[in-house]
């Protein structure tokens, strides 16, 4: 069965502090690994990586993965409370049109 | 990315009634498809919607509880039918724009309360 998995499940900080976020997976056949942050009810796209070793970065968000050791952490750095949401990881399967989402770190930023 | 729209954003139901929701997108995309939300849970899929033909359900979905439509590239609707307490959840409806990528976009979410 595919599986994604994600540490912790919730985690509080205060205003400032660098968060990494953690995503591991055990798929049959992967493809690529995608990043969403959700408020409320939307998701939405953070970055989607394919390859091991490169990173990503938007702003204050990076992301890498690491496809020998079937993990990606995305990390935030100077956190506000802005950031403060639900950050799910998926999978993206060969073969198939399906997304496996795993259940999400709940990240709270105090100010 | 395109912009989606899904309708109602939420509503509260009476067990054995029925409920659609409709997703509408401002640009033709390839794919649409229909997630569930259930509380306190990760994001499930249930059904690739296809343009002009049947659904593709994922294992433990089927189309007489989640009657599917695509009638064309920027619009699909997910009917949940007979409902009970346990279909409570959030559905999303999701676009993916090209054959090259996985990105999917969501949309904003119909949050779905049966009592």
């Known amino acids: 069965e595919d599986k994604v998995v994600q540490s912790p499940l919730s985690l509080v900080v205060h205003e400032g502090d660098t968060v990494t976020l953690n995503c591991s997976y055990e798929?049959?056949?992967?493809?690529?690994l995608l990043w969403y942050k959700q408020e409320k009810k939307a998701p939405t796209f953070l970055f989607m990586l394919?390859?091991?070793?490169i990173e990503k970065k938007s702003g204050r968000l990076s992301s890498i993965l690491d496809k020998k050791e079937l993990f990606s952490i995305l990390n935030i750095t100077a956190t506000q409370t802005g950031d403060s949401a639900i950050y799910l990881c998926?999978?993206?399967?060969?073969?198939?049109?399906?997304?496996?989402f795993g259940k999400g770190t709940k990240l709270t930023v105090n100010p | 990315s395109a912009v989606i729209s899904q309708k109602p954003s939420r509503d509260i139901c009476q067990r054995g009634t029925s409920l659609t929701i409709q997703c509408q997108v401002d640009s033709q995309v390839t794919m649409m498809f229909w997630y569930r939300q259930q509380p306190g849970q990760s994001l499930t899929l249930i059904a690739t919607a296809n343009q002009g033909s049947e659904a593709t359900y994922e294992s433990g979905f089927v189309i007489d509880k989640f009657p599917i439509s695509r009638p064309n590239l920027t619009f699909s609707t997910l009917t949940v039918s007979n409902m009970s307490p346990e279909d409570s959840s959030i559905y999303l409806c999701?676009?993916?724009?090209?054959?090259?990528?996985?990105?999917?976009?969501f949309g904003p979410g119909t949050r779905l309360t049966v009592l």
């Open positions: 394919t390859s091991s070793g």
């Open positions: 998926a999978v993206a399967l060969g073969g198939s049109e399906k997304l496996v």
């Open positions: 999701s676009v993916r724009q090209g054959a090259l990528t996985d990105t999917q976009y």
């Open positions: 798929v049959t056949n992967f493809r690529s």
